[in-house]
């Protein structure tokens, strides 16, 4: 049965940090994929990274801010937000799937329950 369970989300202040983690169990993924969902808008693309992390993508509005990572011995891969903002606030999901980093999530078979960021200002 394969799983991917987020933690890591938590409530923090505008300009502080947080990292969620998303481990998988079941199978390994060649790409790997964060998304997120505010209240009341689509789910949508953070960023995404391969097996081997030297092809990342990232959203524009938090490239230099965010930073994906995995660590294959233990199937999981971690999304590092800095400099976080109130807009940033949503659920954030995890995703595996697709043979290459895609922003679509169609692409992407099996995704985590989420976890929850919230930044207040």
């Known amino acids: 049965q394969v799983q991917l369970v987020e933690s890591g989300g938590g409530l923090v202040q505008a300009g502080g940090s947080l990292r969620v983690s998303c481990a998988v169990s079941?199978?390994?993924?060649?790409?790997m994929g964060w998304f997120r969902q505010a209240p009341g808008k689509e789910r949508e693309f953070v960023g995404g990274?391969?097996?081997?992390?030297?092809?990342?993508d990232y959203k524009d509005s938090v490239k230099g801010r965010f930073t994906i990572s995995r660590d294959n011995a233990k199937n999981t891969v971690y999304l590092q937000m800095n400099s976080l903002k109130p807009e940033d606030t949503a659920v954030y999901y995890c995703a595996g799937g697709p043979r290459y980093v895609t922003r679509w999530n169609d692409e992407y078979e099996y995704w985590g329950q989420g976890t929850q960021v919230t930044v207040f200002s």
């Open positions: 079941g199978r390994n993924f060649n790409a």
């Open positions: 990274i391969n097996w081997s992390g030297d092809i990342i």
